[in-house]
């Protein structure tokens, strides 16, 4: 296993997980997955702290969806669920921006879900954080507030599939490499944004990050 120094500047290709907590799947009327639902971010979505969320043109239902996010140590290919927690360099905390009103135009026709949730400053992230920081990802308070209330107050346990399910199953169809970001999914609570509003959002007391919502 490489050092994990060489993590700290992850940034590599986004693999999302859609659905993956009961009460979110619930709240947007949509069925609990029996394997997990995948798609990606352009790398040209991240922004670190101190950079803006931009509300994309057109768009008038901006979401947020707070998510654990998993950085990739080694390069993962068909790995058993049984090895896939050696793959984990680190974790870090991820913003999946959704353009909620793309997004429902998309499934009501079929269509990828490419611009709702690919556009420009759609993956904010946080520094990384060292693998032993979070000893069992399985159990970690996730929550977010906009304007000092909180919106997503959840817990990883209660997602669906596990991190190392979820590495295991992507991993059978494409490689995985050291510094690629899994977006787990979210948990309940998501709500549109408007410019001007601040988002703080943490894991537990391990990381905490606040990015502002610009139009
Ligand atoms: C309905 C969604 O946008 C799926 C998703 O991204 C999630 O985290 O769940
Ligand atoms: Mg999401």
């Known amino acids: 296993m490489a050092k994990l120094a060489q993590f700290k500047d992850f940034g590599k290709k986004i693999v999302c997980v859609g659905r993956n907590y009961r009460e979110h799947a619930a709240e947007l009327g949509n069925p609990v997955p029996s394997k997990p639902i995948l798609f ?51 974790y870090a905390l991820g913003l999946d921006m959704t353009a909620r009103d793309w997004q429902a135009e998309a499934k009501k026709n079929g269509h990828p ?12 992230i ?26 997503q107050s959840g817990n990883t346990k209660d997602m669906i599939f596990s991190v190392a399910h979820l590495i295991s199953y992507i991993s059978q169809f494409f490689t995985l490499e050291p510094g690629d970001l899994l977006l787990t999914g979210t948990p309940a609570g998501v709500s549109k944004l408007k410019s001007g509003d601040i988002i703080q959002a943490g894991l537990g007391d391990v990381v905490n990050v606040q990015f502002t919502v610009q139009s």
């Open 113 to 124: 879900w490419s611009l709702a949730k690919g556009f420009d400053t759609s993956c904010p």
């Open 126 to 151: 946080s520094a990384f954080i060292e693998k032993d920081k979070i000893p069992n990802p399985e159990n970690v308070d996730i929550w977010l507030k906009v304007n000092g209330e909180t919106r």
């Open 40 to 90: 990606l971010k352009p790398t040209t979505a991240y922004i670190s702290e101190g950079q803006a969320i931009k509300i994309p043109k057109g768009c008038t239902d901006l979401n947020h969806e707070v998510e654990l996010g998993v950085v990739i140590g080694s390069r993962a290919t068909n790995v058993q669920e049984s090895e896939a927690m050696k793959y984990v360099g680190g």
